[in-house]
């Protein structure tokens, strides 16, 4: 090491020389000295053969926290679906409803276009079955998944047991005691001098067996009668033309116009044809017409 030194000296001696500086030799006490002063710092390991000089360590970044995650905010809170019919309403609508619970035989009863205890129940049945809220009201919900599962009701089976507004009547019907009876409404009305008194939903007879169409009149009453061809009940019967009567029928009260008659006019509302079967009088004319 020493060596190192001193060759190191006079190299830079020489240098010196060379370029023509000027060089003090004494130091501020008037001692000779080197005329370069190199100092060396090592620590005692460094002389130690094979010594490796140790490398600082990394000083550790010190870790931060992590941010805390934002809070959600709660979900607002789903309004209820709107109601759009329940119990006391009624109308055409409340008929689509009781068809259509009709097609999935959760009703049996009606369409009556009232919004009945048994319509509510069948609501409430409907709504259950399927995992909705079981209030027997139908909502926007109840409905639109009624309908996915059923068809649009006919005419007739909307007012499958009765219940449709009247056809206009016939002008044979304006004048004197008429039995006025629309095939295309499937109503008969009891008119006195072209003033409605009442009015009953009627079927008529199937394809085979049909109801004549025409002006008659009333040529036979027979309060308690029954079929001598069908042995079938015919109670409140007015004959009109041959075997063919108005009277009622406890099947169409039943089945509606899920059935059909052998050609008599039949009406479904016993207390009503009671109330015309009281007025009419035989020779009273009877118009049947589309």
């Known amino acids: 090491m020493r060596k190192v030194v001193s060759f190191a000296v006079s190299v830079v001696l020489a240098a010196l ?71 006391g309403n009624s109308g055409r609508d409340v008929r689509e409803l009781q068809a259509r619970l009709r097609q999935v035989a959760w009703l049996f009863d009606g369409p009556t276009g009232s919004y009945d205890d048994l319509t509510e129940s069948a609501v409430k049945g409907f709504q259950g079955k399927r995992g909705l809220p079981p209030t027997g009201r139908t909502d926007t919900v109840t409905w639109q998944r009624l309908l996915r599962m059923t068809r649009e009701p006919g005419q007739w089976e909307l007012y499958l047991m009765g219940g449709q507004p009247a056809a206009y009547p016939d002008p044979r019907c304006l004048r004197g005691r008429v039995l006025c009876i629309s095939k295309t409404s499937r109503t008969l009305r009891w008119m006195v001098d072209g003033r409605t008194l009442s009015t009953v939903s009627v079927r008529f007879g199937s394809q085979y067996t049909p109801t004549r169409e025409g002006v008659f009149s009333v040529y036979w009453k027979s309060r308690h009668h029954v079929s001598t061809l069908y ?47 009281a007025e009419v009088s035989n020779g009273d004319k009877v118009v049947i017409y589309w």
């Open 231 to 277: 042995h079938s009940p015919m109670p409140y019967a007015m004959f009109f033309s041959g075997g063919q009567a108005v009277h009622f029928s406890a099947d169409f009260a039943a089945r509606g116009y899920g059935g059909g008659s052998h050609g008599c006019v039949n009406v479904r509302d016993e207390t009503a044809i009671a109330a015309i079967f």
């Open 17 to 87: 020389a060379v370029a023509g500086c000027t060089v003090r030799t004494t130091d501020a006490d008037g001692g000779a000295r080197s005329p370069v002063h190199i100092q060396v710092s090592h620590s005692p390991a460094d002389d130690k053969p094979g010594a490796a000089k140790a490398t600082p360590a990394p000083t550790p970044t010190p870790r931060r926290a992590p941010a805390p995650a934002p809070k959600k905010a709660a979900p607002a809170p789903v309004p209820p679906a709107a109601v759009l019919w329940s119990r």
